[in-house]
């Protein structure tokens, strides 16, 4: 009696050892078969070794076709290796010309040249004269070995792999079948130096992947630690600018409270007015303090002094004194009172500056120089190169400073440079606009 079939049969799962066969062969076809004479031109390669980069004009141009005057060498080799076999016939000519030609195609069509060469071997052994050193002649030896390190180069390890496993089956199907009549043969030597070649060339792929997987995680880990510093100082100014906005509210609350007390019977309507006023100060305040409640990390502390302006800047700069730091203080033009956001900026971009002259040139003086003019306020901080470079180095800073420096400049819509001067030293300038008063009603 005949089994009933399986109709789930074709549904199973195949074993573990069928599915690794049928992905090898994929792979297989997808490397030595599928478009394997596609055309893939060898690029140019840009001089960025520690020799070809000091090159300039025309030998820097010639310095980005060095890997084709490469490979074109050891097809050339080839060819006077097959001449110089063959003692210079006519049929050492055509042999030395086979054996050039797959090298030569690895330049635009490097899986092709692959199945080249091997139909170049054949042809060389079929016509050449030597009766030793089968299957591959000299000339078709190195010509070979040049292709499968050149597209093991162009191409990626497991191709690799597949080229060397076709040719040990070339080479075993050609001694066993072909062999007789021949003093010796050269599969075993042809095996392990290309075993050799392609061992380093996948070396060699590995550690450029590897690099280039460390250089992108570079890139990302600077990439995030940038816009994490932006993060904290964005923070670090909204929590002062706090201090600020709720001085100022906290007048309008108060002033909308009291301004129906200063008008002898006040209208009903402007009564409601005023407490709307206040109610809107009030909400805002609340939600101001949320808002801050969001920003502010867990180990910060509300300071128990208000934000310092350019007022309390001579304190400033007696306290950079006293840390070893010659700074001097020039102003010109009107002083008058700016904005408390605009003075709090000016302020902490002043500390900042001379934080990262006390950090970066040690012994250094620096200059401060502040300037108020009709649109704004302009601020000039430069120091010099430090004395003794080589007997104080530099203390290293979070890398925070030009970054807080740079956002203060952009809330408040104005512009700044910082740059090494000639003298080795370093300039930061800075202009924060200031609008007048009719400006700012409209």
Request: net charge neutral; with cysteine; proline share 7%.
């Amino acid at each position: 009696m005949t089994p009933p079939e399986d109709p789930y049969g074709a549904y199973r799962p195949s074993s573990p050892e069928f599915r690794a066969a049928m992905d090898a062969l994929r792979g297989l076809r997808q490397d030595l078969f599928h478009e394997a004479f596609a055309y893939r031109p060898l690029p140019r390669r840009e001089p960025t070794g520690p020799l070809t980069r000091r090159l300039t004009g025309r030998r820097r141009e010639y310095a980005t076709w060095r890997s084709h005057a490469l490979i074109a060498a050891g097809g050339l080799l080839a060819l006077f290796s097959a001449w110089v076999d063959g003692e210079g016939t006519t049929t050492a000519v055509v042999c030395g010309l086979l054996a050039l030609a797959p090298v030569l195609l690895t330049l635009v069509r490097p899986v092709g040249a692959f199945w080249l060469s091997l139909l170049s071997t054949t042809l060389v052994a079929a016509i050449g004269t030597a009766w030793s050193n089968w299957p591959w002649l000299p000339g078709s030896f190195i010509s070979h070995l040049v292709v499968l390190t050149v597209v093991a180069v162009r191409t990626r390890p497991r191709t690799a792999a597949w080229m060397w496993l076709l040719t040990a089956l070339y080479g075993f199907i050609a001694d066993t079948a072909f062999g007789w009549g021949h003093y010796s043969n050269n599969v075993a030597p042809m095996l392990v130096t290309s075993a050799i070649a392609l061992l380093a060339v996948t070396v060699w792929h590995i550690r450029r992947q590897a690099q280039q997987e460390v250089t992108a995680q570079q890139t990302v880990t600077a990439h995030e630690r940038s816009r994490r510093t932006l993060l904290e100082e964005r923070t670090t100014i909204a929590r002062e600018l706090h201090d600020v906005v709720a001085h100022h509210m906290s007048v309008v609350a108060i002033q909308a409270e009291a301004a129906p007390y200063r008008v002898e019977n006040p209208p009903e309507e402007l009564e409601k007015a005023f407490a709307t006023i206040r109610e809107n100060a009030v909400a805002a305040l609340t939600e101001l303090r949320r808002v801050l409640g969001v920003v502010r990390a867990e180990d910060y502390e509300a300071p128990d002094a208000p934000q310092p302006t350019l007022a309390e800047l001579d304190a400033l700069l007696a306290n950079v004194r006293e840390a070893g730091l010659e700074v001097e203080k020039v102003v010109t033009g009107a002083v008058r009172e700016l904005p408390q956001g605009v003075e709090l900026s000016a302020y902490r971009i002043v500390q900042e500056a001379l934080s990262n002259t006390l950090r970066h040139a040690p012994g250094a003086g620096a200059r401060v120089e502040i300037g108020y003019v009709l649109g704004g306020l302009g601020l000039r901080v430069v120091n010099g190169p430090p004395p003794n470079p080589s007997l104080v180095k530099p203390s290293p800073g979070a890398g925070h400073g030009i970054t807080g420096m740079r956002e203060r400049v952009s809330m408040l819509n104005g512009e700044m440079t910082a740059d090494p001067t000639e003298q080795g030293g370093y300039e930061v300038t800075v202009f924060l606009p200031v609008p007048a008063a009719g400006e700012v009603g409209a």
